[in-house]
């Protein structure tokens, strides 16, 4: 029996710049029905400056969040009311990135030391956003900060916002010290900390992040917590997102299932003029352990680039691996 859909975020795909383009989410969105799928993070600034049909186009990724980056409430308000006819069915703020570009712009996870101005930001961006709820993902601390004042964090958050769903990334930030690529490694894990946080607010929608490789781990935290949310696992493994489905009381899906639909999403790509290689780089985490993976690697990275590239270089990348086209 299927789940009811009043928790769509079982199971979650990281929001990760240059990797999770609209281009990947249609891809993902055929490995698994009900995976909720994050863009990469858009800035507020981006929006209200720059091109935003480049920034929010998207199509059958649903269901699907837009991620914004920003810290002043007027701008990140103004950025969702640009983004509604856009569709996204959530938008998500990021206050857990530690790279140094966007601390700079008071961005991402050294907001964590203002838990108060992160509560008004969420507040305006409700208020424009309308029905499309909107929601945080967060670290456990930063810096010095004890990571146990991830509780003191939330709460504020629940007290002064609308916000009722918590991304938290069960790692601290090191914002001095750490590159952006270690802070996603090197801080420990703390998962019964997230869990902590579900027991202390029951009422709240508690989805864990960080680490998390295989689809066992995720039943295994869905014991405590109400989501989960993978990133580099997902991403470079897409088969893993086959068995997804399963998780919300639905049938997994099969590669043999998925290649076709991937092969006419392709073709109706192209038919549009858009690059195979946009898409096809999103594939070559497909068939690990495979005899003949090397090669299908080989061809999509090197023959797909080519602006003239067609759909026979995807069959012949599959035939690789003894794959009909």
């Known amino acids: 029996m299927q789940l009811e ?53 998207h199509a059958a990724d649903a269901p699907c969040a837009l991620q914004l980056g920003g810290g002043e409430p007027e701008a990140l308000a103004h950025a969702c009311e640009i983004a509604l006819p856009y569709g996204y069915q959530e938008i998500n703020l990021n206050v857990g ?69 918590f991304i938290i990334h069960a790692r601290k930030a090191w914002l001095q010290g750490l590159s952006p690529k270690d802070n996603r490694d090197v801080p420990p894990l703390n998962y019964p900390l997230v869990y902590e946080v579900k027991r202390r607010f029951p009422e709240l929608t508690i989805i864990i992040n960080g680490g998390i490789t295989t689809l066992a781990e995720c039943r295994a935290h869905l014991q405590a917590v109400d989501g989960v949310m993978l990133g580099r696992a997902a991403y470079q493994n897409p088969e893993l997102l086959l068995a997804v489905d399963e998780l919300y009381g639905a049938p997994a899906r099969t590669l043999a299932e998925v290649l076709p639909a991937i092969r006419s999403l392709l073709v109706e790509a192209l038919g549009r003029g858009e690059m195979l290689a946009h898409y096809t780089r999103h594939l070559l985490g497909l068939f690990p352990g495979v005899r003949g993976a090397k090669q299908y690697r080989r061809i999509l990275s090197e023959e797909a680039r080519a602006a003239e590239a067609g759909i026979a270089v995807f069959d012949r990348a599959l035939a690789a691996v003894g794959m009909a086209g």
């Open 5 to 57: 859909p009043a928790n769509p975020h079982r199971f979650c795909v990281a929001p990760m710049l240059d990797w999770t383009t609209p281009e990947c989410r249609a891809l993902h969105r055929l490995f698994s029905r009900h995976a909720f799928l994050y863009s990469e993070m858009v800035t507020s600034g981006a929006l209200i400056f720059g091109d935003v049909p480049r920034h929010l186009h």
């Open 97 to 165: 990135c530690p790279s140094d570009r966007v601390q700079h712009n008071r961005i991402g996870a050294c907001l964590m030391n203002d838990a108060p101005l992160v509560a008004e930001c969420l507040a305006v961006m409700q208020a424009a956003a309308g029905a499309v709820p909107v929601t945080v993902k967060h670290r456990l601390a930063i810096d010095e900060q004890d990571e146990r004042s991830v509780f003191a964090f939330v709460e504020t958050l629940a007290a002064r916002s609308p916000c009722r769903v």
